[in-house]
Structure formats: structure tokens, C-alpha cells
């Protein structure tokens, strides 16, 4: 019984990791389907939110709630200023190489900026979920108010985000231009701005991720970001880069692949796993489990 | 005054220049007919007008308005519509929702689906396959689904790049047809073709491009009959 009650919560605690990664993943393909390029910037972006908050909740005492806004806005901000200043430059530059490099830089530019700022010690992040931990089956499976809250919003997330692009003129302006940016065009949809929204809401989703992420593992560095930025992007990869479905699969299979890995298998080799996962996927699909072939135009 | 105006044209790909100094205009209600081969600056010339590419110099003027230098996407607002080379439908959409990318600078909903409705009228074919995803159509259903979505923004002109390519004799015959049935209903066409005899036939006025200038304009009946014409591009 009590493995029963274990697997269970390891499910859920993996569950609630890959939804973390799902936001995170979801950031990643959208700019990868519509601008062709890799943000590697992009879990940086979620340390730039955990920081917000922390500042915000931690230091000033704003209501959790306003701090997650104002992360929002502020990297929201932060996410289609660096596209206007950084990539939209390079998006016509021969090289696409160019633009990459170019993320790599911004990623530890971030990182650099918040050493300066907030310097290298970890900061204790409070959790911002005040839901006490649900005890089921006579207190053997104790589930925590962060997990089910990262549940709910991944869930929130994926069928909100879903709901935009299928049903909206601006989310099939940006299927429209992932597609074939100058036929878009030639519809009367302006390329430039559908890219920085998209830019827009990956960021905004990045600093929901960072907020849910420093809950669930209250310690923050400039380097938070990188580890579950680099395994969001694996997730993306995963389940097919540029499929919004294909992130939101990717990410969960990720996490719970990652969870049951340190508890059945080893916890140092948990990283190892998920990577290995990679490489597997990707000799056996290398589209990723919901990756299209690329169409041949005629 | 022209509808569609361009003076002077000049164009470059990098260091290249693929448009020579070409000027040429478009009269309300006209079919224009743009004629060449292949590298002779036919659909360098239609991107240029619609703002898939940018002038070096000279102008297009368009409703006396000039939009040389007018962003892409502000330009279909204005009444021009662009069926671009290869179709270029949105492969992985419904034909529906290619439709409805179409009407992208309408508001009014129920105008839109009333367009819709005309397309699917004009195009049959369309309307059985209206959930289909449009990679899965045939080369002519694309075409068709192209030119549906270029109706659906309303436009004043429609500028169509080698509609014809790569369809079999059936579709071919029926797209001309088409085309001509979009002119009558009161659409100003500028038509890129390599099947000169085809174009000429639809076209009231007609310009002969050779790389990158206009080597010869004129009616269309007339060019028909032009030795030259006839040995260089009609096959006579």
C-alpha cells in the first residue's frame, strides 16, 4: 500500500515539475516555430522573474498575486525588448548562426546582471502558495499546496494558450506567419509585431514558471535559470520543436521522467536520464514525438 | 490617372540588379498580362509592388497614393491582393481557416462570412474540402484556395504570379477561366505568366520583360500577332 501511495506522489510531484517545464517549453517552441531561432535567453528570463517576485513579495511585502503581475509585465517587457534590441537586427543576416550566438550572450548577460545586482548568495524565495498540503488516505499521501497549484496553472496555461491560437485572429496570425512569414504578409499581418508577441507571451509564461519553479524549490541564484531552461528546451525538443501540444507532452513526460528517475534509480543520475531520453527520442523520431515533417513547398 | 502606377523601377538582390528601370501602369477594370521568361524579373517586380521586397529607386503609386516604401502588410488594407508564385496556402491550416487568414484586415464578421460563402460559390471544390488541411490538395485546389484567399481581403486589384504553373491542361483552362470571370465581376488584374498564348488571350494590354527591362507593351491582340512574340514566346 504504501509503495502504491509513494508512486502516486512521485507522479504527482513529476506531474507538477513537467508542468513547470511545459510553460517553460512552450516559450521556447513558440519563438522557435515563428522566429526560426533558439532564445536561449529564455530560462533566464525566468530567473529574471523569480528575482521580481522575490523583491516585490519577499523584500517589499506586496500581496504574492501583485508581485506575480508586476513579474509578468516586467518580463514581458524584458522579453520583447530583447527581440526588438537583440535578434530582430540579425533576423535577416545571412547567418542564422548569428542570431544564436547572440542569445548565448544575452542568457549570460542576465546572468551577469543579477550577480551584479543581487549578488551570488542564494536567496531563500518565500513561497508564494498559502494552500496547506492536502493528507489523503489516513496521512499517507501528503500532496502540497505547490504542486497542486502548478498543476492547476500548467492546466490553466495549456488550455488558455490553446484556446488563443486556434481561436483567436492574433493566434492564427501566428501559426499564419510560423508557416510562411511572407505569405502572412501578404494577408495584412504585420510579421514584425506577431514575433514580438509571441515574444510577449513566451515571457510572460517564463516568469509564471519562474514564480512556480522558486515556490517548489524556494532557493534562488542568477543561475536558476539555466538548468530548467536548457530541460525545457529538451522537453520542446522532445516533443517536437515548434508543436505547442508537442511542448505541453514533452514537458510532462520530461518531468515525470525526471522524478521517478531519482526515486526508483539514482538522484545523481536523474540529469543523465533526461538527457539520455533526448538522444534516444531523437534517433528514433527525430521530429520529436509530435514533430511534422518539414512540408516541401511546390 | 493609372490605378496602379510604378515610374522608374529599379530593384537589387544584394550587389545584382534584377529590375532595370521599368515603368508600366495598370488601368481600372484592366487585365494586364506581364510577360517573360524565367530570370526576366516578373515576380521580383510583384513583390516589389507589394512589399515583399524594397525598391533601390523609383516609385509605385497606387490610388495616387505612394507605397513605395509602405510596410507589407499595411499595403492589402489599401485594396491589393497578391497570389504569390507556388500558391504558398498555409499547408498545415483548414481551407477554412486559410479563408479566414484571408479577410485578416476585415472586422465585420458576418461580411466576412458572407465572402467566404461567395468563394466557396466560385470555387466548389473548396467548399466540399473546407476542413481538409490545405498540404493535402492538389496543386489546382491549392491555386484556387490562393486565389480564394486573396478575394477574401476585397480587393480593388489582384496581382496573381504564374497561376497556371505546374497544373494539368484541365485546371489550366479552368483557372483562365476564372481569372477572366474575377476581372468581369469588376477586380483589376495584374497577371504574370509564362504561358504567354494563354495570358495574351485574357489580357487587354500586355509588357514583355527580358531581363529586368521592358522590351515591348502594347494591346494584347496586337502582341499576339507580333513576329517576335510569336517566335519567342508563343511557340509559333
Redesign the interface.
Request: with cysteine.
Given at each position: 500500500m504504501v509503495d502504491v501511495m509513494s508512486f502516486v506522489s512521485y507522479l504527482l510531484n513529476g506531474i507538477s515539475l513537467g508542468s513547470v517545464y511545459a510553460i517553460i517549453a512552450l516559450g521556447y517552441t513558440m519563438v522557435y516555430g515563428i522566429a526560426k531561432m533558439l532564445n536561449f535567453a529564455h530560462g533566464d528570463v525566468i530567473m529574471v522573474g523569480g528575482y521580481i517576485v522575490f523583491v516585490f513579495v519577499s523584500t517589499l511585502g506586496l500581496p504574492p498575486l501583485l508581485g506575480i503581475f508586476v513579474a509578468m509585465i516586467l518580463c514581458t517587457v524584458l522579453g520583447v525588448t530583447i527581440e526588438r534590441v537583440a535578434y530582430r537586427p540579425l533576423r535577416m543576416a545571412s547567418s542564422p548562426l548569428a542570431v544564436l550566438i547572440t542569445a548565448i550572450g544575452v542568457s549570460y548577460l542576465l546572468q551577469n546582471l543579477a550577480l551584479l545586482i543581487f549578488g551570488a548568495n542564494t536567496k531563500s524565495f518565500t513561497s508564494v502558495v498559502a494552500i496547506p498540503p492536502l493528507k489523503l488516505a489516513d496521512g499517507q499521501l501528503t500532496i502540497s499546496g505547490e504542486t497542486m497549484v502548478t498543476i492547476l496553472v500548467g492546466i490553466i496555461v495549456m488550455v488558455c494558450l490553446t484556446l488563443f491560437v486556434n481561436k483567436t485572429?492574433a493566434g492564427?496570425?501566428m501559426?499564419?506567419v510560423s508557416?510562411?512569414k511572407?505569405?502572412?504578409?501578404?494577408?495584412?499581418?504585420?510579421?514584425n509585431g506577431t514575433i514580438a508577441l509571441t515574444f510577449a507571451i513566451g515571457s510572460a509564461l517564463a516568469a509564471v514558471a519562474g514564480v512556480l519553479l522558486c515556490s517548489a524549490y524556494p532557493s534562488l541564484t542568477p543561475y536558476t535559470g539555466a538548468m530548467p531552461g536548457i530541460k525545457a528546451f529538451v522537453a520542446a525538443v522532445f516533443g517536437g520543436i515548434g508543436s505547442i501540444p508537442g511542448a505541453m507532452i514533452g514537458g510532462i513526460l520530461l518531468g515525470v521522467i525526471e522524478i521517478f528517475g531519482k526515486a526508483y534509480i539514482s538522484s545523481q543520475m536523474a540529469d543523465a536520464i533526461v538527457f539520455g531520453v533526448l538522444i534516444v527520442v531523437l534517433l528514433v523520431k527525430p521530429t520529436g514525438i509530435l514533430g511534422?515533417n518539414i512540408?516541401e513547398?511546390? | 490617372m493609372a490605378m496602379l502606377e510604378v515610374k522608374d523601377l529599379e530593384v537589387y538582390y544584394g550587389m545584382i540588379q534584377a529590375i532595370k528601370g521599368i515603368s508600366f501602369e495598370v488601368n481600372e477594370g484592366e487585365v494586364i498580362a506581364l510577360i517573360g521568361a524565367n530570370g526576366a524579373g516578373k515576380t521580383t517586380t510583384l513583390h516589389t509592388i507589394?512589399?515583399?521586397l524594397q525598391a533601390k529607386s523609383g516609385s509605385i503609386v497606387f490610388e495616387g497614393k505612394d507605397i513605395t516604401k509602405t510596410?507589407?502588410?499595411?499595403?492589402?488594407?489599401m485594396g491589393m491582393?497578391?497570389v504569390?508564385e507556388?500558391?504558398?496556402?498555409?499547408?498545415?491550416?483548414s481551407v477554412y481557416?486559410n479563408l479566414?487568414?484571408?479577410a485578416?484586415?476585415r472586422k465585420d464578421k458576418a461580411e466576412i462570412a458572407e465572402s467566404i460563402e461567395n468563394v466557396y460559390k466560385r470555387f466548389g471544390r473548396l467548399k466540399e474540402r473546407r476542413d481538409q488541411i490545405a498540404?493535402t490538395l492538389s496543386?489546382g485546389e491549392?491555386q484556387m484556395l490562393a486565389m480564394g484567399?486573396?478575394l477574401m481581403?476585397k480587393p480593388k486589384i489582384i496581382l496573381m504570379d504564374e497561376p497556371s504553373m505546374?497544373l494539368s491542361p484541365l485546371y489550366v483552362n479552368e483557372i483562365f477561366d476564372i481569372i477572366k470571370e474575377i476581372s468581369e465581376s469588376g477586380t483589376t488584374v495584374l497577371l504574370i505568366e509564362q504561358n504567354a498564348k494563354k495570358a495574351l488571350a485574357i489580357a487587354d494590354r500586355a509588357y514583355v520583360l527580358e531581363t529586368g527591362k521592358i522590351v515591348l507593351s502594347g494591346d494584347a491582340d496586337q502582341l499576339m500577332n507580333d513576329e517576335s512574340i510569336k517566335k519567342a514566346y508563343l511557340g509559333e
Amino acid at each position: 500500500m504504501v509503495d502504491v501511495m509513494s508512486f502516486v506522489s512521485y507522479l504527482l510531484n513529476g506531474i507538477s515539475l513537467g508542468s513547470v517545464y511545459a510553460i517553460i517549453a512552450l516559450g521556447y517552441t513558440m519563438v522557435y516555430g515563428i522566429a526560426k531561432m533558439l532564445n536561449f535567453a529564455h530560462g533566464d528570463v525566468i530567473m529574471v522573474g523569480g528575482y521580481i517576485v522575490f523583491v516585490f513579495v519577499s523584500t517589499l511585502g506586496l500581496p504574492p498575486l501583485l508581485g506575480i503581475f508586476v513579474a509578468m509585465i516586467l518580463c514581458t517587457v524584458l522579453g520583447v525588448t530583447i527581440e526588438r534590441v537583440a535578434y530582430r537586427p540579425l533576423r535577416m543576416a545571412s547567418s542564422p548562426l548569428a542570431v544564436l550566438i547572440t542569445a548565448i550572450g544575452v542568457s549570460y548577460l542576465l546572468q551577469n546582471l543579477a550577480l551584479l545586482i543581487f549578488g551570488a548568495n542564494t536567496k531563500s524565495f518565500t513561497s508564494v502558495v498559502a494552500i496547506p498540503p492536502l493528507k489523503l488516505a489516513d496521512g499517507q499521501l501528503t500532496i502540497s499546496g505547490e504542486t497542486m497549484v502548478t498543476i492547476l496553472v500548467g492546466i490553466i496555461v495549456m488550455v488558455c494558450l490553446t484556446l488563443f491560437v486556434n481561436k483567436t485572429k492574433a493566434g492564427q496570425a501566428m501559426l499564419a506567419v510560423s508557416e510562411d512569414k511572407g505569405a502572412a504578409q501578404l494577408m495584412g499581418i504585420n510579421v514584425n509585431g506577431t514575433i514580438a508577441l509571441t515574444f510577449a507571451i513566451g515571457s510572460a509564461l517564463a516568469a509564471v514558471a519562474g514564480v512556480l519553479l522558486c515556490s517548489a524549490y524556494p532557493s534562488l541564484t542568477p543561475y536558476t535559470g539555466a538548468m530548467p531552461g536548457i530541460k525545457a528546451f529538451v522537453a520542446a525538443v522532445f516533443g517536437g520543436i515548434g508543436s505547442i501540444p508537442g511542448a505541453m507532452i514533452g514537458g510532462i513526460l520530461l518531468g515525470v521522467i525526471e522524478i521517478f528517475g531519482k526515486a526508483y534509480i539514482s538522484s545523481q543520475m536523474a540529469d543523465a536520464i533526461v538527457f539520455g531520453v533526448l538522444i534516444v527520442v531523437l534517433l528514433v523520431k527525430p521530429t520529436g514525438i509530435l514533430g511534422r515533417n518539414i512540408q516541401e513547398k511546390v | 490617372m493609372a490605378m496602379l502606377e510604378v515610374k522608374d523601377l529599379e530593384v537589387y538582390y544584394g550587389m545584382i540588379q534584377a529590375i532595370k528601370g521599368i515603368s508600366f501602369e495598370v488601368n481600372e477594370g484592366e487585365v494586364i498580362a506581364l510577360i517573360g521568361a524565367n530570370g526576366a524579373g516578373k515576380t521580383t517586380t510583384l513583390h516589389t509592388i507589394t512589399g515583399l521586397l524594397q525598391a533601390k529607386s523609383g516609385s509605385i503609386v497606387f490610388e495616387g497614393k505612394d507605397i513605395t516604401k509602405t510596410p507589407g502588410y499595411k499595403i492589402v488594407s489599401m485594396g491589393m491582393a497578391h497570389v504569390p508564385e507556388g500558391r504558398r496556402v498555409f499547408a498545415n491550416l483548414s481551407v477554412y481557416e486559410n479563408l479566414k487568414l484571408g479577410a485578416y484586415t476585415r472586422k465585420d464578421k458576418a461580411e466576412i462570412a458572407e465572402s467566404i460563402e461567395n468563394v466557396y460559390k466560385r470555387f466548389g471544390r473548396l467548399k466540399e474540402r473546407r476542413d481538409q488541411i490545405a498540404g493535402t490538395l492538389s496543386g489546382g485546389e491549392q491555386q484556387m484556395l490562393a486565389m480564394g484567399r486573396a478575394l477574401m481581403s476585397k480587393p480593388k486589384i489582384i496581382l496573381m504570379d504564374e497561376p497556371s504553373m505546374g497544373l494539368s491542361p484541365l485546371y489550366v483552362n479552368e483557372i483562365f477561366d476564372i481569372i477572366k470571370e474575377i476581372s468581369e465581376s469588376g477586380t483589376t488584374v495584374l497577371l504574370i505568366e509564362q504561358n504567354a498564348k494563354k495570358a495574351l488571350a485574357i489580357a487587354d494590354r500586355a509588357y514583355v520583360l527580358e531581363t529586368g527591362k521592358i522590351v515591348l507593351s502594347g494591346d494584347a491582340d496586337q502582341l499576339m500577332n507580333d513576329e517576335s512574340i510569336k517566335k519567342a514566346y508563343l511557340g509559333e
